[in-house]
C-alpha cells in the first residue's frame, strides 16, 4: 500500500498599514488629477457652446490643464513614495505600497505543494492531509506530484514554530 501523503501548513506574512501622511498625499494626487480631467472636459464644452474662437486656444487650454494635473500628480505621488521610503529606512511601517517594489503577505501554504491551504485538515490542490507541526510526514509526494526544485525544498523545510 502506497503511504498516506501528507504534509504542514506553514505560516506567511501579510502585513497592511493605513493612515499615514503618506495616503493622504496619494489621496490628494488622485483628487486634484480627476479635478484636472474634469476641469479639461469642461474648458473643451463650454469652450463649444459658447462658439469660444479661436477654438484650437480652448483646446490649448484644456491641454494645459490636463498636463498641470498630470504633472502635479506624479510630483504629489513622488513625494508619498519619499515618505514611505523614509519610513521604510527608519524601520516605521508606512500605508501603501513602493512603487515597484513587490509585497508580502503571510499565509498558510502546504508544504508539499507549496500551494495556499484554504483547509485546515487537507491541501485542496495536491490532495496531502495536513498533519499537526512536529508530527512525522508520511510521505513527501516526491515522484507522485511535480518534482521541480520549489516542490522538493518545500516539502523537506519543516515548520520553525
Ligand atoms: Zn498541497
Not at 46 to 52: D, K, Q, S
Request: some cysteine.
Amino acid at each position: 500500500m502506497e503511504p498516506l501523503l501528507t504534509a504542514h501548513r506553514v505560516l506567511d506574512t501579510k502585513r497592511t498599514n493605513s493612515g499615514g501622511l503618506e495616503s493622504t498625499v496619494d489621496f490628494w494626487a488622485n483628487l486634484l488629477l480627476l479635478l484636472g480631467i474634469i476641469a479639461s472636459f469642461f474648458i473643451v464644452l463650454v469652450g463649444m457652446f459658447a462658439g469660444a474662437r479661436p477654438f484650437w486656444f480652448v483646446l490649448f487650454l484644456a491641454t494645459c490643464v490636463l498636463l498641470a494635473s498630470a504633472v502635479v500628480w506624479v510630483v504629489l505621488r513622488s513625494l508619498a513614495e519619499i515618505i514611505r521610503l523614509l519610513k521604510k529606512i527608519s524601520g516605521l511601517k508606512y500605508s501603501g505600497e513602493i512603487s515597484g517594489a513587490e509585497s508580502s503577505h503571510q499565509f498558510y501554504a502546504c508544504s508539499n505543494c507549496g500551494h495556499m491551504l484554504h483547509s485546515e485538515t487537507t491541501c485542496d490542490t495536491c490532495g496531502a492531509k495536513i498533519v499537526p507541526e512536529g508530527q512525522e510526514l508520511e510521505s513527501f509526494g516526491i515522484g507522485s506530484l511535480r518534482t521541480d526544485m520549489f516542490n522538493v525544498q518545500s516539502a523537506l523545510v519543516q515548520p520553525s514554530f
